[in-house]
């Protein structure tokens, strides 16, 4: 049987984030990820999860240079090879 989480970035936008613990919860969800949670308060996220039963399933790896990924990023498998190899 597949297991969902609730992406809390993009579900329950309808309200503040801290309330999005509560909906996920009832709406049957056991888990939930938020992709990059680095400016949200850890303790305040770690207290919901707990209030609502839930567990913290995924995270995104800080993205870096964002913008400058998205302007100077090669296309293609053989443009990151050569980026690659180029040092």
């Known amino acids: 049987m597949p297991r969902f989480a609730a992406n809390l ?3 329950f ?12 919860a009832t709406a049957g969800f056991r888990g939930v990820e ?3 949670p680095y400016e949200k308060d ?3 996220m770690r207290d919901l999860l707990t209030e609502f039963g ?13 913008e400058w990924l ?8 053989e443009s990151w090879r050569l980026l690659w190899r180029s040092g």
């Not at 839930?54 to 964002?66: E, S, T």
């Not at 998205?70 to 498998?77: D, V």
């Open 70 to 77: 998205c302007e100077n990023a090669p296309i293609g498998l």
């Open 13 to 24: 936008q309808e309200v503040p984030f801290a309330e999005r613990f509560e909906h996920a």
């Open 54 to 66: 839930l567990q913290f399933v995924l995270l995104n790896a800080p993205p870096g240079n964002w």
């Open 9 to 11: 970035r993009y579900l």
């Open 42 to 44: 850890a303790m305040q």
């Open 34 to 36: 938020y992709q990059f």
